[in-house]
C-alpha cells in the first residue's frame, strides 16, 4: 500500500525547492534524487521566491539560518502558500537558541505549514514554548516509548489541531499525527543517529513525498518516514566490519535509490492508532 | 594524445580559485585535488580578490548565488582578467530566476570568460535571453542527438564567437565549440545524472586543466569533459548490486583519483569536426 | 594512555560548537559523531552566543570566513572565554590574505585559546606576521624533518608562551608544544593530503577532545592528532584497488568511528621531548 506513495515520487520526479542547512545540503540533495525527486537550492531573496514558483514543493529548515536567510524563509513560503504547493519546516535546535525557537515558531505561525518535522524536544518546543533541547538532538527525558506513548500522541494530535500541520515526530519510535489520525513507526537502525542528517535528510525526502501525493498527505509522510526507517535498516545490514557511519551515510542514500515498493511494504513496520 | 592535457595538470597542480555553491562545494574541492589539482575556496569581497592572485584559475559557480557573493564573482573575475587567468562561468540555473539569468549573462558580458559550461537549457539562456530551464536540469525538448546536432552546433559556435568564450554544452551527449572549431563527446554514463554536482565538478576540473594548459584551452576542455565522462564509466563499471547514487559519486572522484594518461585516450570518445 | 583520552571523549559525549567552513562541514560534523561527541554548528550573530553557551567547546575555522560570520567568531568567542571553554583556531589560509592574517591574528589576540591548529605556514604566518602560504597548504620550504626539527620546536615554543595557546602544527610530521612541551607525532599517511578536509576534521576533533578532557589540554590534543593519523593509517590500508580519495574520507571517518583505546595506544607513535 505504501509503495503507491513511492510510486507517485518516482514516476512524477517532484522538484523540491530547499532553503536548508549547509552541514547536510549535499546529502539533502543526493537523498531528494535518490528517492526520485529533484532538488533545487535557492536561500537568496533575489533569487529564491522564483525558484519556490517553479518547484512543486519547499523545504524549510533552520539548521543554519541566518539574518540574510530567514526573510528567505518567509517569503518562500507565502509564495508556496500562494501556489498551493506543500511546506515542511524542520525546526532544527528549536529550543537551543532564542532565535531558532522565534523563527520556527514564527514560520508555523505566519505559514500554511503542511508537515512539521523533528524531534520531540523541537516539537515541543513549538508547541509549548518550552522544550528541552540539547543542541539538535532529542533530550534524553523526552523519548517516545510504550510508557509515553499514549501521551505524547495526545499532545501531537492537540498541536496538529492547533498547527493545522500533520505533526511527524522522529526518533527510535516515530509518530506522525493530524487532528484525528496517528501513526507509530518502528522502522529504523540506531546507526541513523550516527551521521549527521539523518533527519534532515528526511525532511527533504518527505517534502518530495508530499509534493508526489497532494492529495494524502499523511499517508504520504507516513511513506516517507517508513521509507527512510526501512533504509537505514538495509544500510546497516550491508555494513562490513571495519565500516562506519561515513560509510553509513553512504549505504543509507544507496538504499533509497535502490528502493523498490515490494520492499518497502514487506518491511516497513507502522500501526495506524 | 589527451593525456598530455593531464598530465600537465598532475605535474604542475595548478591552483584553482572556486566561488561557488555550498551544495557540492565539497565535491568539487575533492574532484579537484584528485586530478591533480588543488583548491582555494574565498567568497568574500574582502577576502577573494587576493585569493583570486594567488590561484592560477578562477571557477565561477552561480549555484547559490546571493548578495554577498555576487560581487565577489565580478570583483575575482576582473582580477582573474587582469593577471590573464582562465576564467570558467558555470551558469547553474540560468532561466530558472531573473537573478541567476541576469548575474550569468552580465558575468558573460563584463568578464573575459575562457569557457561558459553548462546544460543546454542554460546556454540556451545566455545565448537567446530565454530557454527553457526546469530548474538546473536541462529541458527536455532540448537535447543534443542526431536529429538536433548540426543546429545545435552552429548555434552555439554562433555564440562562442560573439561572446569570445569556448562554450561547453554537456548532458548525454556533450559538444565543445570555440567559433569555428567543434567537437562532439559521446563519454559517460547516465548515472551522472543522479548525483548532485556532476556539473560542477566538471566545471571545477575544467579550470584545472585550463589552468595547466594555457596554450590550448579548446582541447584542455575537451580533455577534461572526456576524462568526466570516462571516470562516469569507470565508477559505474565498478559499481555493485545494492549500491547507488552516493557511492557512484565517491567512485565518479575515486576514478578521477586514479585515470591515467594511458586509460583517457583508450577510453575517450571524441569527434573533431 | 592515550585511551584514557578517547574514553573521556566516548563517555562525555562533548558538544562541540563550529564556526566553521562550507566546504568540509559535513566531514567535520560526520567526525566529531565518528569520534564520540556530538556537533552543532551555528554561525549567525544572533544564534550563535547562545549556541556556544549550550556547548563545551568552541571551534573556530576561518576557511570561508566572511564579514557576516567573523564578528561571530568573536562574540562566540568571548562568551567560550567566559565560560572557561576550551578554544581552538584553526587559521585556514592564513598568510594567503590579508583578511585571513587579520582574522586569524585578532582572534589569536583577543581570544584566551587553548590551541591553534595548522599547517607549519599558517603557524608561521600567525607567529611572526609574514609565511609563506600557497593556499591553504604548506609552504614546500617549511617541511618539518629531521633537520628542521629543532629549530621549529624553539619556534614554536616561542610562540606558545606568546600566545597562551598550545601551538599545534600539523603536517607529514606533526609537532605539539606549549611554552615548556613539546610532543613530536609520525603517525599519519600521506593521502590525507589527497582530501580536503583533513585539518579541519582535525580541529573539529581536537576541540572535543580538549572539551571531554580539561585537565590536560596538551595531551588532549596529542591523543586526537594520533588518533587522526593512526586512522589515515587504517583507512588507507583497507583501500581497495581503484578506491581513491573520496573512499578514502569515508573509510578515514569510519577508522575513527570504530577506534578502540587499545589500538590508539598500540599503534600511536609520539615522543614527548
Known amino acids: 500500500m505504501l509503495k503507491e506513495y513511492l510510486k507517485q ?4 520526479t517532484p522538484l523540491v525547492h530547499n532553503i536548508t542547512n549547509y552541514v547536510t545540503v549535499n546529502d539533502c540533495a543526493n537523498i531528494l534524487i535518490a528517492c526520485g525527486g529533484a532538488p533545487i537550492m535557492a536561500d537568496d531573496l533575489d533569487d529564491a521566491v522564483e525558484i519556490t514558483a ?3 514543493g519547499l523545504n524549510l529548515n533552520i539548521g543554519t539560518l541566518n539574518s540574510r536567510t530567514i526573510p528567505t524563509m518567509f517569503a518562500s513560503g507565502k509564495k508556496a502558500a500562494e501556489l498551493g504547493h506543500p511546506i515542511l519546516l524542520d525546526p532544527v535546535g528549536a529550543g537551543a537558541s532564542t532565535l531558532r525557537t522565534k523563527t520556527a515558531s514564527d514560520l508555523a505561525d505566519q505559514l500554511p505549514l503542511t508537515v512539521i518535522r523533528g524531534n520531540l524536544s ?20 523526552d523519548v517516545i516509548n510504550e510508557d509515553t506513548l499514549d501521551g505524547i500522541i495526545t499532545f501531537a494530535q492537540d498541536y496538529a489541531k492547533r498547527s493545522g500541520a500533520i505533526i511527524a515526530i522522529t ?3 516515530d509518530l506522525v499525527t493530524t487532528a484525528d489520525q496517528a501513526c507509530v513507526i518502528k522502522n529504523g537502525d540506531p546507526m541513523m543517529a550516527s551521521i549527521t542528517g539523518s533527519g534532515c535528510m528526511l525532511s527533504a525526502m518527505t517534502t518530495a513525498y508530499l509534493t508526489a501525493n497532494p492529495n494524502d498527505p499523511f499517508m504520504a509522510t507516513v511513506a516517507a518516514i517508513c521509507a527512510m526507517g526501512v533504509c537505514g535498516e538495509i544500510a546497516k545490514a550491508a555494513l562490513l566490519p571495519g565500516e562506519g557511519n561515513a560509510t553509513f551515510r553512504n549505504r543509507l542514500i544507496d538504499a533509497v535509490y535502490n528502493l523498490t515498493g515490494d ?5 516497513a513496520r507502522f500501526t495506524l492508532i
Do not use: H
Open 9 to 12: 515520487v518516482r514516476t512524477t
Open 171 to 173: 526518533g527510535a519510535t
Open 54 to 56: 517553479i518547484c512543486g
Open 122 to 141: 523541537e516539537i515541543k518546543t513549538l508547541a509549548t514554548g518550552s522544550g528541552g533541547a540539547r543542541g539538535v538532538d532529542a533530550a534524553i527525558a
Open 263 to 267: 520492499t518497502l511494504d514487506t518491511q
